[in-house]
């Protein structure tokens, strides 16, 4: 099959979990539909394998290096180290942020979780609390440069597109420019896009125009977009006046990014347009992401391999390692391709093999920075990165955690060299820019308390909870490689091959990662994993105790000695989602007749008392996506409430609750997303009562106070 087919209505909503075919399609690639690229042998019980190997295992990216890669003294060399960072403030279009503190607010007084939740629902529409509002700040088409024209489907090119707010926004960071908590800046991603949906009389992707395949690539990137508050509420919108100094549009067609870290300049990057392999264009498949210490946005670029096409043609050798990451090597046109080669033949692998191992980096932007390139750190590794999150040390190395969204893939982190300096100065700013940019890489690896008890039924153990240890094992630093066989490069490039390797633990779907800056806990979400027991594919375990996992669950580690560089952690799971009625749920413990439905856990975020904050992708039980929120300290602990759901075929992303606990922001993605939906028959009206249109929505309390309490 050569084309992604259009959905019609007869072919039903049924997809992977709750999601509907559609998203199935547009957004991954149909990958659930595809074999698992994980095809490693892996134990899923028994002894927790030991982080170094021996001395003579270690591979340097040297000379011995070369010859592994096979590509002589090219690659030997490639690894100096990355370019040097220009010096902020030298005509580079850069602003010291009058805020420096980046992290959530710290809420005095009682914490407590006291909103009333709301109730699933099917409703075309947002539903939040009683006695909170919301609005739209911004959507899909809307302005963002100065003089972008408004959203006309009918007259859209990639120029116009390339000055508007792009498509399906997932990540949410807000950043504030000013102390009186009156100006920030908001830095989004775009996913993907869904050209049934954007473009009028769609049919096939061969069928578009050249120029419509461009505008598509303009949708993807982020957005950076000043923000005002409006008067003393949680409300904000746009800032529309002015220079807008700060706002900015990243592509996935003209936006050229740096690569940082050991990785960069190897043989792997190099193409016959950067033969240098320092410069890659565009970002693609945007998911989650963090803000930093240092108030810069991380985002991860996820299901990067449905765009490409030719792989059937790439060289023999390379072929089981673009299958492993869900590139389909046995066909050139795989039925989930964007046909993109049309407007740009990197995309085509038999001609550009290596363009493939330039995307699946985390991205760094610097929003206060707009000429700034922003960079992709191949010192974080590459995989199908939903984010990373950071949290500062107790020794001032920062640490980054990241999961790898694929069935049976897996959780790393990862641990600067260099420490946070603190200051306000522009040699600190200048300095915490480089962080990412070297360090130690890992790889989760758990152990089980109670592996016996293990039946896939989600029966909660004998000694209460489903509990067990587990060691981070470093995968390489730097230059050197602690995987037998592989390079630094090797490693950073095909990270999930190294994970392999060193039997790294098989989880269900690890998404969003992210430390509570107030405890050091960490916390996973494990949307899901249908393949879960069936058939050849891994068993249930503890730390993924359901067969047909079909609604996720969450993860927490504490690291030992609450220092999250440690080696060695601690691990639970808190919540197993689902019907609370359902047996199989578990909800830590808590009275469960008091507890939300939940379905697909996706994105975690934190308020500034600690709360923890879910939304959903893909709701399992029948309702629309929403976002949750729980205690996890005290009594209230799994007690876990609605706040909010979004409307029909959409997914729930962000969130991002602001410093002063205020406002919180979400992004509606994919509205409408249902099969048979098109341009001219919409499946949802949100949120103009024509056509759908993802956007940005921002959530506050009608009294003023702290959102949650």
């Keep these: 099959m050569t084309e992604r087919p259009r959905l019609l209505p007869l072919l039903g909503p049924a997809g992977h979990g709750g999601r509907d075919a559609m998203t199935c399609i547009y957004r991954c690639g149909n990958a659930c539909a595809h074999p698992v690229p994980n095809e490693s042998d892996n134990p899923y019980f028994g002894d927790v394998v030991q982080t170094e190997v021996s001395r003579r295992g270690v591979v340097r990216a040297g000379a011995v290096g070369a010859l592994v890669l096979g590509f002589g003294g090219a690659a030997a060399g490639a690894l100096a180290g990355s370019p040097a960072m220009a010096a902020p403030g030298n005509g580079s279009g850069a602003t010291l942020p009058e805020v420096q503190d980046f992290t959530p607010a710290r809420r005095p007084g009682n914490a407590a979780l006291t909103f009333k939740p709301i109730p699933p629902n099917k409703l075309d529409t947002l539903v939040v609390p009683n006695g909170y509002d919301h609005s739209v700040v911004i959507r899909w088409g809307d302005p963002v440069l100065p003089g972008a024209p408004e959203l006309d489907v009918h007259k859209q090119t990639a120029a116009r597109q390339t000055q508007q707010f792009g498509y399906n926004n997932d990540f949410v960071g807000v950043l504030p420019l000013d102390r ?48 005002e508050r409006v008067g003393e509420t949680g409300e904000w919108k746009p800032v529309r006046k002015g220079k807008l100094k700060y706002n900015r549009r990243i592509t996935a067609h003209t936006t050229k990014f740096d690569f940082t870290g050991p990785a960069a300049g190897s043989a792997w990057l190099k193409t016959a347009a950067d033969p240098k392999g320092r410069t890659a264009i565009g970002t693609l498949n945007n998911c989650a992401g963090g803000v930093t210490p240092w108030g810069t946005v991380l985002s991860g670029e996820e299901n990067f391999n449905q765009y490409f096409v030719g792989a059937d043609g790439a060289p023999e050798t390379l072929k089981p390692k673009l299958a492993r990451y869900g590139i389909t090597t046995t066909a050139r046109y795989p039925a989930d391709s964007r046909k993109w080669e049309r407007a740009d033949e990197r995309f085509d692998l038999a001609k550009h093999p290596n363009e493939a191992h330039r995307f699946g980096w985390i991205v760094e932007v610097d929003p206060f920075d707009p000429e700034a390139a922003p960079r992709k750190h191949t010192a974080l590794g590459r995989f199908k990165h939903e984010g990373a999150n950071v949290i500062v040390a107790k020794d001032d190395r920062v640490v980054a955690y990241m999961g790898d969204d694929e069935r049976f893939d897996y959780l790393y982190k990862f641990v600067s060299d260099k420490k946070f300096k603190k200051g306000d100065s522009w040699t600190a700013r200048e300095h915490n820019l480089t962080l990412l940019e070297s360090g130690t890489l890992y790889v989760a690896k758990l152990d089980y308390t109670s592996a016996d008890e293990i039946d896939g039924s989600g029966k909660v153990p004998s000694d209460g909870a489903f509990n067990g240890r587990g060691k981070w094992i470093k995968l390489v630093r730097g230059n050197t490689s602690y995987v037998p066989g592989m390079t630094a490069a090797d490693v950073l490039t095909f990270t999930r091959l190294a994970g392999d390797a060193v039997g790294a633990t098989k989880m269900d779907r690890p998404e969003d990662v992210e430390p509570s800056l107030l405890t050091g806990k960490v916390y996973v979400a494990l949307t899901n994993n249908t393949n879960r027991g069936v058939g050849t594919n891994p068993k249930a375990d503890e730390a993924n105790p359901r067969t047909n996992n079909k609604h996720g669950h969450v993860l927490e580690l504490v690291e030992d000695r609450g220092d999250n560089t440690s080696e060695t952690f601690a691990w639970s799971v808190p919540i197993v989602c689902g019907d609370p009625a359902d047996a199989s749920t578990y909800f830590a413990g808590y009275d469960k007749t008091k507890v939300s439905p939940i379905s697909c856990p996706d994105n975690v975020a934190f308020d500034g008392s600690g709360n923890l904050w879910i939304s959903t992708d893909g709701n399992a039980l029948g309702s629309n996506d929403g976002l949750f929120a729980t205690a ?35 992004a509606v993605q994919h509205p409408g997303e249902l099969s048979g939906a098109s341009l001219e028959n919409p499946a949802s009206n949100w949120p103009d009562g024509d056509f759908a249109k993802p956007g940005v929505v921002v959530t506050w309390r009608l009294d003023g106070d702290v959102v949650g309490s």
């Design 180 to 227: 009186k908590g009156e100006r920030a800046l908001l830095v989004v991603n775009h996913e993907y896009t869904n050209e049934n949906l954007m473009f009028p009389n769609f049919t096939t992707f061969d069928a578009m125009s050249v120029e419509q395949l461009r505008v598509a690539m303009a949708a993807h990137g982020l957005s950076v977009v000043e923000l």
């Design 632 to 666: 996890i300290e005290g009594p209230e602990r799994g007690h876990l409430k609605q706040f909010l759901t979004v409307p029909l075929g959409a997914e729930t992303c962000g969130p991002f609750i602001t410093t002063d606990n205020r406002s919180v922001f979400v």
